[in-house]
């Protein structure tokens, strides 16, 4: 993904609200499946990582984005943002 792209993804982001977030039990295998889930018809999605996770949302960022195959967009704060282009639906064109 080149910045021209990334660039892109991130103003789309900036109107969605995290639709997972991860908590003190930091990222199990519960919590990939839910992103897992949210990710394949959404490609796009925002998660927060709350205060009192064992890893800061770059970490999280890291790990989520390998375990799934996805693309790392955008890490503000406690919150990061990921991308996975679903073929069937590409809305974002990418």
Not at 16 to 25: L, N, P, Q, R, T
Not at 55 to 64: D, L, N, S, W
């Amino acid at each position: 993904m080149d910045s021209n792209e990334r660039a892109k993804l991130r103003s789309f982001a900036n109107n969605i609200k995290a639709c997972y977030y991860i908590g003190k039990d930091g990222i199990t295998d519960a919590v990939l499946s839910g992103i897992e889930e949210a990710l394949v018809p959404r490609e796009l999605i925002k998660v927060g990582v709350q205060e009192n996770s064992p890893v800061t949302a770059r970490e999280a960022c890291a790990i989520v984005s390998e375990a799934l195959g996805a693309e790392g967009v955008q890490v503000i704060g406690r919150k990061f943002v990921i991308y996975r282009r679903n073929k069937e639906i590409n809305q974002y064109g990418i």
